[in-house]
C-alpha cells in the first residue's frame, strides 16, 4: 500500500485498522466526520481530510492520489423509526456509491468494504453460512442487516480487473478502547 485512504477513523474499527497501518508504518489519510469526537484521532498519525461522504467535493479530494480505500465508515443500527432508516440509506448506500465514484475515477485499484455478518443473513441451524448463502432462507429482516447487503452486493459488483472491490463481513467488533462502553474483560 502506498496511499491509503480510512473512511470512520473515529469509530472503534476505523481507530483499530488506522492503529494497526501505523504499526506498519502506514500514514493514512482519514475522511473526518465533522462534529465527529476527534479525540481518537489525536493518538493516530494521520492525514486529516475533513468532510462527510455525503459531499461529493470532499470524496473527490479524499481519494485522490490514494491507491487503497479502506471503507469503514457506517451507520449501525438495529433500531429506530424511519429518520434512522433514512440515515442509514444516506450514510451506508448512497455514501457508499459516492465514494465508489470516486475511487474508480480517481484510479484507485483497491477498496475493502467493511460489511456485516448480518448481510450474509442467519442460520438457526448450527451451521456456517458464507455469502453463497441463499438469503430468502437466511434473510435478517431489519433494516440495518437489509441496507449492508445492499450495499455489499452494489460494492462488489463494480469490482473489475482494474479495480478491486473486496468484502470483510465481521459479526461483531468488540475489544479495547470501545468508545461505546462495551464491557471490559478482566
Known amino acids: 500500500m502506498k496511499e491509503v485512504l480510512v473512511t470512520g477513523a473515529t469509530g472503534f474499527l476505523g481507530y483499530h485498522v488506522v492503529l494497526q497501518l501505523n504499526t506498519r508504518g502506514v500514514r493514512p489519510r482519514v475522511l473526518e466526520l465533522p462534529g465527529a469526537d476527534a479525540g481518537p484521532l489525536t493518538r493516530l498519525d494521520v492525514a486529516r481530510c475533513r468532510g462527510d461522504l455525503g459531499d461529493p467535493q ?61 448481510g450474509i443473513g442467519v442460520n438457526r441451524e448450527p451451521v456456517a453460512l458464507d455469502e453463497t448463502a441463499d438469503w430468502s432462507m437466511h434473510a435478517f429482516d431489519v433494516p440495518y442487516a437489509v441496507n449492508r447487503r445492499k450495499v455489499e452486493a452494489e460494492a462488489l459488483a463494480r469490482a473489475t480487473p482494474t479495480f478491486a472491490v473486496m468484502s470483510v463481513c465481521p459479526g461483531f467488533t468488540l475489544g479495547p478502547d470501545d468508545p461505546v462502553g462495551a464491557p471490559r474483560t478482566r
Not at 470532499?58 to 429518520?83: N, Y
Not at 433514512?86 to 485499484?109: C, H, K, P, Y
Request: charged content about 20%.
Open 58 to 118: 470532499a470524496v473527490r479530494e479524499a481519494c485522490a492520489g490514494v491507491d487503497t480505500v479502506l471503507h469503514l465508515a457506517f451507520r449501525v443500527s438495529v433500531g429506530g423509526g424511519d429518520e434512522v432508516v433514512a440515515e442509514m440509506q444516506r450514510l451506508n448506500v448512497d455514501g457508499t456509491r459516492r465514494l465508489l465514484d470516486a475511487a474508480s475515477t480517481a484510479g484507485v485499484g483497491r477498496v475493502v468494504l467493511s460489511a456485516s455478518a448480518l
